[in-house]
Nanobody, 119 residues
Framework: QVQLVESGGGLVQAGGSLRLSCATS????????MGWYRQAPGAQRELVAD???????NYADSVKGRFTISRDNGQNTVYLQMNSLKPEDTAVYFC?????????????WGQGTQVTVSS
């Protein structure tokens, strides 16, 4: 079992920055691909960024150049640095841990943290 706890959300003006943290615990969590997803009201949950165990990153086009995902395996924490925030970044942000074993996808989710960007 893997537990994920997000923190760092809040209210910020457009152009500002926030850093989200996801504290992880549980057996084997360091081998999971870690990601941040977001869900705005009335919209589907979407991938924002993810990072593999080897440090390979992947970003949604809408956040490239503004957001940076990183992981500290020693501290079992994943971060999302968000710069130049826009009102359209407003959403609940969820931390995700993902592992593919053969034909089985294992996913764990945090409870989410609200990010609100005012114009």
């Amino acid at each position: 079992q893997v537990q994920l706890v997000e923190s760092g959300g809040g209210l910020v003006q457009a152009g500002g920055s926030l850093r989200l943290s996801c504290a992880t615990s549980g057996r084997g969590v360091s081998i999971y691909t870690m990601g941040w997803y977001r869900q705005a009201p009335g919209a589907q949950r979407e991938l924002v960024a993810d990072i593999t165990i080897g440090g390979t990153t992947n970003y949604a086009d809408s956040v490239k150049g503004r957001f940076t995902i990183s992981r500290d395996n020693g501290q079992n924490t994943v971060y999302l640095q968000m710069n130049s925030l826009k009102p359209e970044d407003t959403a609940v942000y969820f931390c995700n841990a993902r592992l593919v074993l053969g034909f089985t996808n294992i996913n764990y989710w945090g409870q989410g943290t609200q990010v609100t960007v005012s114009s």
